[in-house]
């Protein structure tokens, strides 16, 4: 997933969720409900000391900050390894405006582009693994 090519969404758009979202993660929203509305997100689970893990997210689209989005993840392309979370989609909204902040602050580093990956933060993998 390339976000340098990620349209922004309209303001219209955005502005359903502004209530939700909080501080200077609001410059992020259109961005993120751009990646929302795509539905899907191909990434790396980083692992410290070890490969980053691919995975395919994918999630339903509903238009009220109170509906239920339902995220599925499976890893490295294997069926064993999927998962399914439900929230509401102004809380999953917030865990990609969190996954563009990361990448953007890996951009800003100068991380070379092959370290610079998409991935959620790690408070999303407790809500999908039910750690939380």
Same mark, same amino acid.
């Given at each position: 997933?390339?976000?340098?090519?990620?349209?922004p969404?309209?303001?219209?758009?955005?502005?359903? &969720?502004? !209530? &939700?979202?909080?501080?200077?993660?609001?410059?992020?929203? !259109?961005?993120?409900?751009?990646? &929302?509305?795509? =539905? %899907?997100?191909?990434?790396?689970?980083? *692992?410290? =000391?070890?490969?980053?893990?691919?995975?395919?997210?994918t999630?339903? %689209?509903?238009?009220? !900050?109170?509906?239920?989005?339902?995220?599925?993840?499976?890893? #490295?392309?294997?069926?064993?390894?999927?998962?399914?979370?439900?929230?509401?989609?102004?809380?999953?909204?917030?865990? +990609?405006?969190? +996954? *563009?902040?990361?990448?953007?602050? #890996?951009? +800003?580093?100068?991380?070379p582009?092959?370290?610079?990956?998409? #991935?959620? !933060?790690?408070?999303? &993998?407790?809500?999908l +693994?039910?750690l939380?």
């Amino acid at each position: 997933m390339s976000f340098e090519q990620l349209q922004p969404a309209t303001q219209q758009q955005a502005s359903v &969720y502004l !209530p &939700y979202i909080q501080g200077n993660k609001r410059h992020f929203l !259109p961005y993120a409900m751009s990646l &929302y509305q795509k =539905g %899907v997100l191909e990434g790396y689970r980083k *692992i410290e =000391g070890s490969n980053n893990i691919p995975f395919v997210a994918t999630w339903n %689209v509903v238009t009220l !900050p109170s509906d239920l989005t339902r995220c599925r993840m499976q890893f #490295d392309g294997n069926a064993q390894l999927s998962y399914e979370v439900m929230m509401a989609s102004f809380e999953f909204i917030n865990f +990609l405006i969190e +996954l *563009i902040e990361n990448y953007e602050r #890996d951009t +800003l580093c100068v991380k070379p582009p092959a370290d610079r990956v998409a #991935d959620f !933060p790690q408070v999303f &993998y407790r809500k999908l +693994l039910r750690l939380e």
